[in-house]
């Protein structure tokens, strides 16, 4: 069986993690979730890394959460329960984690690559969060962009949905650095080795700093975004939003000309 998660060790203190399900366009499956959660913390706990950097295998670096196993009724907790774990792991670890992201990032696979410490984005990269136009509430990956994009560009993001390319996703802050498709890994390697370059503890000093010096307010945590996020899972719009989505077919609310 093919591994999800594959980690490779491509120089001191710094591994290559990659999102390994390219026939599904890296879309985020419990499993997915699961095993990346498991090999950050096994990481962590070893330190045999410092320093990840975060990528997707193939086309893109994800196409979000596997809406297909989302609208199983009996999957629905785990499968939030698992993207929570993985964003509130991505942004606690006291390993720095570096997003190296091509292609697409949808949703979900966006609220991923945002919660790393720094996101780099090859210029062929489209991100859009469409979780309206299934029915869905972006709660999730909110409690993470919200301590990285102003509320106009968040609430233009979110209501409208619409693609934006990563020139506009490095101007709204979702970006740090924009590169060319193959320059994409090896200046996610040189950041890497430029924050190797610090002291060890004083590099997790400082990630842990900023974690306190940007925290989310109450309503904005994951806690009470998972919360949010369920209630909405079970909503009719939801269920109509997904079922449209796996028939191909536009959802009831959308008529015949909606996308």
Not at 96 to 109: F, K, R, S
Not at 121 to 131: H, M, Q, V
Not at 188 to 211: D, F, Q
């Amino acid at each position: 069986m093919t591994e999800l998660i594959t980690v490779e060790i491509i120089g001191p203190q710094l591994a290559l993690v990659t999102l390994n399900r390219p026939e599904r366009r890296n879309a985020l499956c419990i499993e997915l979730l699961e095993a990346l959660c498991d090999q950050i913390e096994h990481m962590a706990a070893r330190k045999t890394a410092r320093v990840l950097i975060l990528r997707g295998a193939g086309s893109v670096f994800s196409s979000g959460l596997d809406l297909a196993e989302a609208s199983n009724a009996d999957l629905v907790h785990r499968s939030a329960e698992s993207v929570s774990r993985a964003l509130q792991l991505l942004r606690n670890t006291p390993l720095i984690t570096i997003a190296a992201a091509h292609g697409g990032a949808w949703a979900g696979g966006a609220g991923l690559m945002a919660a790393c410490d720094i996101v780099i984005g090859s210029s062929d990269l489209k991100i859009a969060f469409p979780e309206a136009r299934r029915g869905l509430l972006p709660a999730l990956i909110c409690a993470v962009l919200s301590l990285k994009v102003r509320e106009g560009d968040l609430r233009e993001l979110f209501l409208v949905g619409d693609v934006i390319d990563a020139a506009r996703a490095q101007q709204i802050g979702l970006l740090q650095h924009v590169v060319e498709p193959d320059r994409l890994l090896d200046h996610a390697r040189r950041i890497a080795e430029s924050v190797l370059a610090g002291g060890p503890e004083t590099i997790v000093a400082t990630k842990m700093l900023l974690n306190d010096a940007y925290q989310p307010t109450q309503a904005t945590s994951l806690q009470h975004m998972l919360q949010v996020h369920l209630g909405a899972r079970h909503s009719p719009e939801a269920s109509e939003g997904l079922a449209a989505f796996l028939q191909k077919r536009n959802p009831s609310w959308a008529g015949s000309d909606g996308e």
